[in-house]
């Protein structure tokens, strides 16, 4: 996921940016409002934070300009000004939301993942060898039979299968249980979750694989 990340605080930029690729996130930062307005018409992001009070062009006159040319981009305010004509005019030029300084970043994190998911919507059904995951009407089946999921195991089982073949982090999960309003799960948390997802989908021809170190990846297991 390319994110801009627009802040003229260096400081907060820095830590920002830091955290933000922790969390997966390819970060670029634009110092000043023209900047981000140069980038954002150069390259393609998938999500901008922008701060509204930037030098030179600010956030609020970035986010007009963008929204003429890319009116689906999710964009998220930051500011420091906690005053309603502020979120107000934010709401107005764009924005998808709106964070007030200072914020703690999970917050960040759970909002720039809730928004991904708004404005990303997944295909309405997602399958792969027997398991078949219908969004619209979360119903999951595996080889016809309905298969019985909280709603961690499916948020989990969404997110394995909406990047098959590729490796989830335990961060990635951690986030998609916060944006999802249960609280996010500790490592052990998510080894149970995965543990009852794998006696789940037995005679689905799927296998989850633990990756050390790095995550869990959903494929098609060998044989079945
Ligand atoms: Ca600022």
């Not at 890319?70 to 305010?77: C, F, G, R, T, Y």
């Not at 764009?94 to 991904?116: M, N, S």
């Not at 916060?178 to 996010?184: A, H, I, P, Q």
Request: no cysteine.
């Amino acid at each position: 996921m390319k994110l801009l990340l627009a802040e003229d605080d260096p400081i907060l930029a820095d830590a920002l940016s830091t955290q933000l690729g922790d969390a997966g996130y390819e970060v670029e930062h634009a110092p000043n409002g023209p900047v981000a307005d140069y980038l954002l018409h150069r390259q393609a992001f998938d999500i901008a934070v922008l701060d509204v009070g930037l030098p030179m062009m600010d956030g609020l006159a970035v986010l007009r300009h963008v929204r003429q040319t890319q009116p689906a981009l999710p964009v998220l305010l930051l500011s420091a000004r906690d005053a309603l004509d502020d979120r107000v005019a934010g709401l107005q030029a764009g924005a998808d939301d709106y964070v007030t300084k200072p914020f703690d970043l999970p917050e960040l994190l759970a909002r720039l993942q809730a928004l991904l998911r708004r404005t990303q919507p997944q295909p309405a059904t997602l399958q792969l060898r027997g398991l078949e995951l219908d969004a619209d009407r979360r119903r999951a089946t595996v080889a016809g039979e309905a298969l019985e999921l909280s709603g961690r195991e499916w948020t989990l089982l969404e997110l394995l299968l909406s990047q098959r073949e590729k490796v989830v982090s335990k961060e990635q999960i951690a986030q998609a249980w916060s944006g999802d309003g249960s609280e996010g799960g500790t490592g052990n948390t998510i080894e149970v979750y995965i543990h009852r997802l794998r006696r789940k989908l037995e005679g689905a021809g799927l296998a989850i694989r633990t990756v050390r170190g790095l995550g869990y990846l959903l494929e098609e297991a060998d044989g079945a």
